[in-house]
């Protein structure tokens, strides 16, 4: 997840442990299913906003070339330690995701917890250029936090978070094939106190005669 100020996420992914566990999320599992490599191919894939790596370290569990891009050098010094624990490589990039600009296509542009830091007048021109940068039959797979009437503001929200409307991530996509749509609601614990978010997820493929 990019950090909401590079100090609070320092502080919580130095400590003892990882704050958001080191069990994938239900995107990242849906992506290895999708997108898995197969016997020949080694699919390249860049996790954005990947704080400590438990996803990024599923994906090169599974045969997958990560590179990995946080604010949070903490957590990047973090997910090293993990994939190096477990026999793996990833390549890590300490940027700000909001600005990042991609050199090479990937196979999988991927994000879990970050977009929702975009500021809205910024998403359509970055959601573009990630997508430039996607080989062609390549996929996006996002989940973004939703603004729901119903729902108090997490406690631990910063001032950097701007929540999507439901469908907003959709229509990002509105010329890809979507392979996966879904909006839940889910318990959550970050920062030491119970609270609900409501999230939508996404997954996306370029088409194939596109890309470079």
């Known amino acids: 997840m990019a950090a909401q100020s590079a100090s609070q996420y320092d502080d919580a992914y130095g400590s003892e ?11 990242c599992d849906r992506v290895v299913e999708l997108a898995g490599p197969g016997v020949e191919r080694e699919p390249t894939l860049i996790d ?14 599974n045969g997958f ?5 946080d604010l949070s050098l903490p957590g990047l010094e973090k997910l090293a330690r993990y994939a190096q624990e477990e026999g793996l490589h990833v390549d890590t990039a300490q940027a700000d995701v909001r600005e990042f600009q991609l050199e090479q296509s990937y196979a999988v542009v991927f994000s879990t917890g970050l977009v929702h830091y975009l500021l809205p007048a910024t998403r359509l021109a970055r959601f573009e250029h990630l997508k430039q940068h996607t080989t062609a039959a390549g996929i996006h797979a996002h989940s973004a936090l939703v603004s729901k009437p119903f729902l108090p503001a997490a406690p631990d929200a910063g001032p950097d978070v701007v929540l999507f409307r439901s469908g907003e991530l959709m229509g990002y996509f509105w010329d890809w094939e979507i392979l996966y749509t879904a909006e839940d609601l889910f318990d959550c614990t970050s920062g030491g106190i119970p609270h609900r978010h409501a999230i939508d997820r996404i997954i996306a493929r370029r088409y194939a005669g596109a890309g470079r």
């Open 17 to 27: 442990g990882f704050y958001w566990g080191k069990k994938p999320s239900s995107l």
């Open 48 to 61: 954005l906003g990947c704080g400590e790596g438990r996803d990024a370290v599923t994906f090169a569990r």
């Open 65 to 69: 070339r990560v590179t990995a891009v």
